[in-house]
């Protein structure tokens, strides 16, 4: 389930075919890497800056749930929890996350407990990390590090495991500077975006993600059915936002494989916020349901 929870900052599947496509470029629709836009447009553009300033400060339950399931896979079941709270604060971003999964098979169950906290600078060139793994209430894995990125490049440098780093290819970016050029991109029109993103979650390697973004959709209005639904539900305060539909496909860059490591679905509105989130891992799925969602003050700067 790896990397799984850092993809919410995400917030963050596409369908193979399609990866493949975007790799080469879709006819007829816009495309742009990542690296690309900060090229053409500078790292502090004006855009980029208000986008990142109007991210919401915001806690939020998912209820997990298998969204579809091969009856040759052995999982026969699974149910969970992913919570989150990310503070949009004067300095920067943090989030911290915990992603808590129960998945029954014939043998009997496996808790797996996973939990992420970051920050990254607001420009979005430093990034400081600490992931816990556990199954069944035993350690599996834990990082500790932090890291920097520049335009020719960036590197991680981890204190856990000892003595150990990761180069970053040029063009790479954290979490949070990802959610914000996919904002940047739907909100321009455009429908695709390729880019390397290390989350704090692996030692081995970043992502490179190959993304599709919907056509620009707003919200009912409050008082209105929202987008899940019902006038009072959990997502009342997306109200009158607009929003995108976006499938994201995660290859590992150790890997360099074809095939996405898993892809995900999910609305990802203009404040950062997302919801309708789905984890496909090809032979099953799980859904992450909106359950609670708590907007939180802006900082005063």
Known sequence: MRRMVGVLSFLAGMLPGLVVGLTLGLPGNPTLAANDASSASGPASA?????????ASHRA????????????NYRQGV???LSLEFLNSCEG???????????NTEDGGQVTDMTL???ESRDGKRFQFRMREQVDGDDEEELVGEGRVAA??????FSQPDDNELL??????????????LIEAARAGVNTLQADVFDGSSVDGYAAIGGFIGRTRTAPAEGQPGVDGRADGPAKPL??????????????SAKKSDVPDYEIAFRLFENGVSDDIVFDYGDYAIRATLQHLEMLPKDGC
Not at 172 to 178: G, L
């Open 117 to 119: 906290g970051s920050f």
């Open 93 to 103: 971003y943090v989030l911290n996350q915990r992603f808590l999964l129960e998945v």
């Open 239 to 252: 109200a009158g936002l607009r929003y995108w539909q976006v499938r994201l496909g995660y290859f590992n």
């Open 168 to 181: 970053l290819p040029p063009g790479a970016m954290f979490p949070t500077e990802h959610t914000i050029r």
């Open 47 to 55: 855009i980029r800056a208000e986008i990142g300033r109007n991210l």
């Open 79 to 81: 149910s969970g929890a």
């Open 152 to 157: 020719n490049g960036g590197k991680i440098n």
């Open 61 to 72: 339950v998912y209820a997990l749930s298998i969204a579809r399931h091969d009856v040759r």
